[in-house]
T-cell receptor, first 113, second 113 residues
Framework: SAVISQKPSRDICQRGTSLTIQCQVD?????MFWYRQQPGQSLTLIAT?????????ESGFVIDKFPISRPNLTFSTLTVSNMSPEDSSIYLC??????????FGDGTRLSIL | QKEVEQNSGPLSVPEGAIASLNCTYS??????FFWYRQYSGKSPELIMS????GDKEDGRFTAQLNKASQYVSLLIRDSQPSDSATYLC?????????????FGQGTILTVHP
């Protein structure tokens, strides 16, 4: 299975600022996804990162708040914009080549003061 | 009704016992089902996938799928304290094979010596 690296692993940010999270896969993959895991909760899909086109967002998530890029088949970024304490969560990147189940990166633990 | 629902926890079993984790899903057309294990402070780790009705065994883990009843379960035999974790049921809703996942709320399992 693909090895997925996320950066940063954790961060503490000020209210109103933005943070970009990077996700790097060690092989080309068909699909990449971004999930959020709020404290004590399960995973919720934010969006599917599409290579070369705009991401597909799930209900409740918008591009202005969570802009996503996917410039190639191994890399994606998620930006959390204009952060508030409610954005304190773990953000997880996952990937699949289309023939295998999704595997996850180690996640980014984000705290907003 | 939630799209993917797991039996409420937490679940506590003695070491050596069988732990039984259950999950139901709403979309009858779903084709792919997964169990992830998540240790505290870690990202989800895939432990089982199942696509056809019946049982699938991998070591001490057995996944069971009944599409007619829209039910998937995970049995852990000879439970060990190291099995203590949150178990997440995930489903590719809508008939896709390896696309976006919808997660249940998770079941916390504690195996006590």
């Amino acid at each position: 299975s693909a090895v997925i690296s996320q950066k940063p692993s954790r961060d503490i940010c000020q209210r109103g600022t933005s943070l970009t999270i990077q996700c790097q896969v060690d092989s080309q993959v068909t699909m990449m996804f971004w999930y959020r895991q709020q404290p004590g909760q399960s995973l919720t899909l934010i969006a599917t990162a599409n290579q070369g086109s705009e991401a597909t967002y799930e209900s409740g998530f918008v591009i202005d708040k969570f802009p996503i890029s996917r410039p190639n088949l191994t890399f994606s970024t998620l930006t959390v914009s204009n952060m508030s304490p409610e954005d304190s969560s773990i953000y997880l990147c996952s990937a699949t080549d289309g023939d295998q189940p999704q595997h996850f990166g180690d996640g980014t633990r984000l705290s907003i003061l | 009704q939630k799209e993917v629902e797991q039996n409420s926890g937490p679940l506590s079993v003695p070491e050596g016992a069988i732990a039984s984790l259950n999950c139901t899903y709403s979309d009858r057309g779903s084709q792919s089902f997964f169990w992830y294990r998540q240790y505290s402070g870690k990202s989800p780790e895939l432990i089982m996938s199942i696509y056809s009705n019946g049982d699938k065994e991998d070591g001490r883990f057995t996944a069971q799928l009944n599409k007619a009843s829209q039910y998937v379960s995970l049995l852990i035999r000879d439970s060990q304290p190291s099995d203590s974790a949150t178990y997440l049921c995930a489903v590719n809703l809508g008939g896709t094979s390896y696309g976006k996942l919808t997660f249940g709320q998770g079941t916390i399992l504690t195996v006590h010596p």
